[in-house]
């Protein structure tokens, strides 16, 4: 018997496609990517483009529902932009680089492809994350179609080994861990998250896992897969071991001793027992856990990142007993972490003088708002593709039933404010694409839990069996 809340969201799935198909962006005649937001009463900006990383939701989506031209023309177009010349101030920027957005522009009549790496964004922040979603994507969309013909292009093996070098040069570094600046993901203004952080290692690993299904069987694809192999087992290790944090790890670093010298030191990165945050002593369930969102010397980002966090899950970064952990922990800090809307980017928001000194004063972050511990719809996919890994999914379904009492009515803002999220965000755009995308993917993942396999990685046990032995 259908019933009145049947029809109603009937009707909100109904209204998001379609606010979904206004959103395609043409060129020359074929859909070619998304616009960000199609808010009909502020000025577009740059949410008239289209993002490599906002797209990500929605390109699975259509996959997922048989629209697989729109990838295909996605991924071809954007590979083609990445040879395009990237200038700041007569310096040029690495050649594996992808836009973090381009849009359709028009000259004499003929239309072309405009793209933005970063050097017209605010604040001029490099998409460090693009080029990782768009091998995952790629993956996505071979798995999809099995055209391992296009990934097996000699334009596309170049991109693949251009980005490869990029990510796995060598640097003034000591860590298997990707080196970044400050907003060089979905944070992408200024809240201390340079480094080393959470969000980027885990798209870096769940990237490397994709490249290994696409390189070419030629001599420089084997060659390749061997360097990515090795970095695969060290990244493995080095996110379980060092950035794993629950209630007994809690009690290690409080005990820590600082200034150790030499291969027997225990504080290998010279943590001190007085950064912990009071908060934390008082939040951190007996049982339950999650990974750090950053590490460096003398430095431990004790914030949850949710991106990072669930990306770990998807791509079995985490092992099967953190996934659990960490779904442990939302669980049982629903309040903080979901709220009135799901789901926070970050938890805690930082306030009074740590604000300033972290985000420079950006009246745009501030505490519990925006990337400073906002509500951002769009993770709702990334949650219920988690819980769905994890066998959890009913903790999809509390989430997605609060999102759906709102976001039709709130005309699908960007993200929402306050410390539970019940206010729309003060800056948000309406119909944002990915807010829409995130609420239809994760109702498809939750009725369809098979099409996880798009995107998620299961255990590499050739990684596990080599990091166990290490873990004496």
């Known amino acids: 018997m259908t019933t009145q809340g049947d029809i109603l969201q009937d009707h909100i799935i109904a209204e998001a496609w379609k606010a979904l198909e206004d959103s395609v962006i043409y060129y020359d005649g074929r859909p070619v990517g998304t616009v960000a937001a199609r808010d009909p009463d502020v000025e577009p900006l740059n949410y008239n483009q289209c993002f490599v990383r906002d797209f990500v939701s929605c390109a699975l989506l259509f996959l997922l529902n048989g629209k697989t031209e729109i990838v295909r023309n996605f991924l071809i177009e954007t590979l083609a932009l ?14 594996g680089l992808m836009p973090a957005s381009f849009k359709v522009a028009t000259s004499y009549g003929e239309q072309f492809l405009t793209a933005d790496f970063g050097e017209h964004a605010i604040a001029r922040v490099t998409p460090v994350d693009s080029s990782l979603w768009w091998i995952i994507l790629l993956r996505a969309y071979v798995k999809t ?43 992408d203004r200024r809240m201390g998250v340079y480094g080393h952080p959470l969000e980027i290692q885990a798209l870096f690993y769940g990237a490397l896992r994709a490249v290994r299904e696409l390189l070419a069987p030629d001599r420089q694809g ?46 290998k990165f010279n943590i001190y027992p007085d950064s912990i945050p009071y908060w934390l002593t008082e939040w951190m369930p007996e049982t339950g856990g999650y990974l750090a969102g950053n590490l460096g010397p003398a430095r431990m980002d004790f914030r949850f990142f949710t991106v990072g966090n669930l990306m770990a899950i998807i791509c079995s970064l985490s092992s099967p ?38 985000t420079g004063c950006d009246p745009k972050n501030v ?82 839990p098979g099409d996880l396999g798009l995107f998620d990685f299961d255990e590499d046990l050739e990684t596990i069996d080599w990091t166990s032995s290490h873990l004496v």
Not at 82 to 95: R, S
Not at 145 to 174: N, S, V, W, Y
Not at 243 to 257: F, G, P, S
């Open 222 to 267: 084997e060659i390749y897969s061997l360097v990515v192999d090795q970095r695969l087992r060290t990244l493995n290790f080095h996110i379980r071991t060092y950035y794993w944090l629950d209630i007994k790890r809690l009690n290690e670093i409080y005990r820590y001793q600082g200034e150790e010298f030499g291969d027997k030191a225990v504080n």
């Open 145 to 187: 179609t099995g055209d391992i013909a296009l990934a097996h292009q000699p334009e596309f093996q170049k991109g693949l080994i251009h980005i490869l070098k990029l990510c796995l040069a060598d640097r003034f570094d000591m860590f298997p861990t990707m080196l970044v600046p400050d907003g060089a993901f979905m944070i």
């Open 321 to 358: 007993q953190e996934s659990q952990w960490i779904m442990d922990l939302i669980e049982q800090r629903w309040d903080d972490l979901v709220g009135n809307m799901p789901m926070k980017i970050c938890f805690p928001a930082v306030e009074g003088l740590e604000w300033k000194i972290l």
């Open 82 to 95: 990445q040879d395009e010349t990237k200038q700041m101030d007569y310096f040029n920027a690495g050649q």
């Open 367 to 448: 505490p519990w708002s925006y990337h400073n511990g906002g509500n951002w719809p769009v993770l709702l996919w990334l949650l219920a593709a988690a819980a769905q890994k994890t066998g959890r999914p009913h903790i999809a379904r509390n989430a997605i039933a609060l999102a759906e009492k709102r976001l039709s009515q709130d005309q699908w803002p960007e993200y929402y404010d306050g410390k539970n999220g019940r206010l729309v965000g003060k800056q948000a755009r309406k119909y944002q694409t990915w807010t829409i995308s995130g609420l239809l993917l994760a109702k498809h993942l939750m009725s369809h």
